[in-house]
């Protein structure tokens, strides 16, 4: 009798330990899929940024006022990590539209009615970095 209630004990411990350490690795496993979770996450935003911008380009490719007018389209991360879209037309200055999920900073400084940015308009410093030339777009051959 005496025997057995000590194998039990053993058996108890064991089993607890067993618990345990199968309880850290699970812990473990859920802590590198949520962390890959946030991986698609950023991925996935990064992605749809990326299909935004694309069809904003198509979109001004496709329209001859705006191909003719805007001459660059700068993007770059901002401080939260959005794309922010800036464009530099053929005449005024820069125009900065926002970011690609609608957040505007809205920094226009430009002459040109700029349909993106013309709702968002406010009054902001000149932006327009000495080192980014306002060149001219090659004509598409037919």
Known sequence: MKELR????RLRREYRYTARVLQERIDKISARQAAEREKQKKLRKSY???LKLLNFVVLVEKDDFWRSEIV?????????GAPEIEL???TGTAADCGTS????TARSTSNTK????????ASAPERRPKDRP??????KQS
């Open 114 to 121: 700029n349909k993106w940015c013309a709702q968002n308009r």
């Open 101 to 104: 999920d609608g957040k505007s």
């Open 6 to 9: 000590e194998k039990k004990a």
């Open 72 to 80: 660059q389209i700068v993007v770059a991360k901002g401080p939260d």
């Open 48 to 50: 749809e940024d990326f």
């Open 88 to 90: 530099v037309p053929r």
């Open 134 to 139: 306002q060149g001219k777009r090659p004509m």
